[in-house]
Structure formats: structure tokens, C-alpha cells
């Protein structure tokens, strides 16, 4: 499946280096077998009609028929799993969420701008014949979008409060945060060399679910009923270290 992935992903990506193109193939591979609810392709952009293209080039391999695409304009493409996306939305209020769009992070409920877009996508992910979903805008809330896509148990909100769902994010608009000169706790899990996941988070928020998550990569990795020799004995490292960074962006 590695190198049918790779061989999809190379003439789509070709300024991509050996290293970084089988990193990208490795995080393909992740969704597709289910040990990730999605995986963000943020090393180009891609129209909807590129990533339509790329969805159904990934999909001839039986293995991959899982896959999704949600896109977001054409600033936003994920490659997603549509079984651990359906999964995922029960759980988006046990999520610990961090307002970071003023002077100091602050713990907060999850937002409902993100509940309405997850609400637009239970239908759509119900649906087994559907592969695509598109909104022509990026919505104020989509850095608590990424944050619950890409499966972070802890998820920043940038927007405001007075934000309704509907709303479109300014793209050339600049919107600050407080995470600039502060100690953050940088966490990454990994998979043998593959960096399967990496997210930060403030010291005010609560660590109890933290190794939840590879707790959760590792129980996933055990049903694998095909496990590609890349990941034979491989089980799910947690690394983390502290980090203070003059600009922190979102």
C-alpha cells in the first residue's frame, strides 16, 4: 500500500525530496488503515478539482477506500477516514479547548461555530457513496476545525466569541494569539521514525487525557488485520519537551 500511495502522491507533489514524499505517504497510509481520523496536506494548496483528482487516484487501492476528502475553498485539504471522522464527532465535547485570541489562554466550552460545522458534516459522512465535501469559505473557527480533524486532544480557538457560524475568515486579515513567549509543552507521537502526530498546549490546561492518545494509537495499531511490514512491532512513542517561541502561529 506504501508505495502504490507514494506513486499516487509524486506526480501530484513533485518538489517534494524522497524524505518528505515518503513522510507524506506514511501520513496517508495512518488515515487509511485507521490509526488517524485525518491528516491536513498543508505542503501545497490544492483547488477542489486537484484534490478530487488526487481522492479518486488514492481510492483504486482497496486498502484506501476508506478515504475522504474535506475541503474548505482553496486554502484547506484534508485526506480524512470516514469510520474515525464519524467517531470523532461524539466526542467533540470532551475535547479540552483553549481560547488563545486574547491577552492570556483561557479554558473555555467547546465552541459552537464548531458544532455547527461538524453538524454539516454527519450527514455527508453518513452517506458511503459521498467522498466529497466542499464549502466555498473558510470559516472564522477553522483553527478549532484542524484542531478536532487532526485529532489534537487539545484544541486553540482563535475566533471570537461573537463569531456566527457562517462567517467568513478573512484570509489576509492577521489574528493574533497569546501562545508568542510563553511555555508551551510541545507533544509528538511517533511511529518507529514516522511522526504520526504533534500538538502544543499552555500549562493552565489539564493533562489527564494526554496519554489517552497514544493509548488510543497503540489499541488501534493492535486490530490492524494487515499490518503493512513498516509498522510490524511498531508501537506509538510519546515524546514531549518544553518550548517558548518569540511568535507562535496558528
Known amino acids: ?16 525530496n524522497n524524505t518528505r514524499l515518503n513522510s507524506l505517504s506514511k501520513a496517508i497510509a ?18 477542489l478539482n486537484q484534490a478530487k483528482k488526487l481522492l479518486k487516484q488514492l481510492r483504486k487501492h482497496p486498502s484506501c477506500r476508506s478515504l475522504v476528502l474535506l475541503q474548505f475553498k482553496n486554502s484547506f485539504t484534508f485526506i480524512g477516514h470516514r469510520i474515525r471522522l464519524q467517531d470523532h464527532l461524539s466526542v467533540a465535547d470532551k475535547l479540552i479547548y483553549v481560547a488563545v485570541q486574547g491577552t492570556e489562554p483561557v479554558k473555555s466550552n467547546v465552541p459552537p461555530q464548531l458544532i ?59 489574528r493574533t494569539n497569546c501562545l508568542g ?41 493492535t486490530r490492524l488485520k494487515n499490518t503493512p511490514d513498516w509498522l510490524n512491532g511498531v508501537y506509538c512513542e510519546l515524546k514531549r519537551e518544553q518550548i517558548k517561541l518569540d511568535r507562535f502561529a496558528l
Request: proline share 6%.
Open 116 to 174: 455547527y460545522w461538524l453538524d454539516q458534516l454527519k450527514p455527508f459522512l453518513s452517506k458511503p457513496n459521498q467522498t466529497v465535501f466542499y464549502s466555498d469559505s473558510v470559516p472564522t473557527c477553522m483553527v478549532s476545525i484542524i484542531g478536532w480533524a487532526l485529532e489534537y486532544p487539545i484544541v486553540y480557538t482563535t475566533h471570537l466569541p461573537t463569531d456566527q457560524p457562517q462567517d467568513e475568515l478573512d484570509e489576509w486579515e492577521t
Open 1 to 16: 500500500m506504501l508505495s502504490f500511495i507514494s506513486s499516487v502522491l509524486g506526480p501530484c507533489f513533485k518538489s517534494l
Open 30 to 47: 495512518c488515515v487509511a488503515l485507521g490509526l488517524r481520523t485525518s491528516h491536513l496536506l498543508d505542503i501545497i494548496l490544492l483547488d
Open 181 to 221: 513567549a510563553r511555555q508551551l509543552q510541545l507533544v509528538q507521537l511517533w511511529l518507529a521514525d514516522h511522526m504520526l502526530l504533534s500538538y502544543s498546549y499552555p500549562v493552565i490546561s489539564d493533562l489527564d487525557n494526554l496519554l489517552d492518545v497514544q493509548s488510543k494509537v497503540n489499541h488501534r495499531l
